[in-house]
């Protein structure tokens, strides 16, 4: 017979529900260790149906602990699950696990262990409970020297995540500059990683342009390396007006201050994916009959 204690010590295992963890009880004979496995086979089996659903939505966050930082970006279907608590606390788990890691690849990092179980288990376990699709969709790990500091900003709880890294300043300008990373949306950190094939593609626009606006061929070509200029200043951190000053840019900004940058990484949720078409009420429902 199952026991009462049996199926709230499943429970607080594997955070299932109470009829799941009686029924696991009941198909391993009372076997706590099987059960376990059991109900992991069971979450397994619910994500691969969710597998084909849209998870955009989500938080991105960082953690620091003394020369290493992490950025990540931990994908839901719906905004209203990415402000569970079950949901947030699973992306600490993850953050810190990898944190403490030398993982550099999704698959590294889905294999390392939290709590007598991977990462990928406990995504897994987590995407049975929430009743979403959940999933890791990227992360980096940076290491600093000691004279270098790190600077972190969240923008909207966690929708906008920007790390940089600067030598020679500190912490205040460093968070500064992540600041304008998470503003301002540049794509590189300045002109040198600008990809050239990108860079002769925004020629030839602002060249045809140019001629089309009837200016002859030698004014357009002149024409294109001014607005490659102001092009770097939209599209190159280092290159944007300073958020705070308009009349420096960043890098005159940092420099002031003694630093260089040395590393931007910014991350939006959901950036580059396909989104879900769905409204408030019907997330609503959805959440309910889940």
Same mark, same amino acid.
Request: hydrophobic letters at 35%; proline letters at 3%; aromatic letters at 2%.
């Given at each position: 017979m199952i026991t009462a204690k #049996?199926? &709230? !010590?499943?429970?607080?295992? @594997?955070?299932?529900?109470?009829?799941?963890?009686?029924?696991?009880? @009941?198909e391993t &004979?009372?076997?706590?260790e099987k059960a376990v496995d059991w109900l992991r086979e069971k979450g397994i089996a619910k994500s691969a149906k969710k597998a084909s659903r849209i998870a955009a939505e989500g938080l991105a966050n960082i953690y620091v602990e003394g020369n290493k930082a992490i950025i990540l970006e931990v994908n839901s279907? @719906?905004?209203?699950?990415s402000k569970n608590e079950e949901f947030t606390s699973m992306i600490d788990e993850i953050g810190k696990t990898i944190l403490k890691s030398d993982a550099k690849s999704l698959?590294? =990092?889905l294999n390392l262990s939290v709590n007598d179980m991977t990462i990928n288990d406990l995504i897994v376990a987590k995407t049975a409970k929430i009743g979403e699709k959940l999933s890791l969709r990227r992360f980096e790990n940076i290491e600093k020297n000691d004279n270098e500091v790190f600077g972190t900003y969240l923008h909207m709880g966690g929708k906008i995540a920007a790390l940089t890294v600067l030598e020679g300043a500190n912490e205040d300008v460093a968070r500064d500059v992540a600041m304008q990373a998470a503003a301002m949306k540049p794509l590189y950190l300045d002109e040198t990683?600008?990809?050239?094939?990108?860079?002769e593609r925004e020629s030839e626009i602002i060249k045809t342009q =140019?001629?089309? !606006?009837?200016?002859?061929?030698?004014? =357009?070509?002149?024409?294109v390396a001014g607005r490659i200029k102001k092009y770097y200043k939209e599209v190159c951190l280092l290159d944007q007006a300073f958020i705070?000053?308009?009349? #420096?840019d960043v890098k005159t900004y940092v420099a002031n201050n003694k630093g260089t940058v040395k590393k931007m990484i910014r991350y939006e949720v959901g950036e580059g994916m396909q989104k879900r078409e769905e409204n408030f009420a019907e997330e609503v429902m959805n959440q309910i009959k889940n």
């Open positions: #049996q199926v &709230n !010590e499943l429970r607080t295992l @594997t955070g299932a529900g109470m009829m799941d963890c009686k029924k696991a009880l @009941t &004979n009372g076997d706590i279907e @719906t905004d209203f699950v698959e590294e =990092a990683e600008v990809p050239s094939d990108v860079l =140019a001629m089309e !606006e009837g200016k002859p061929s030698e004014i =357009a070509e002149k024409m705070k000053d308009g009349d #420096q």
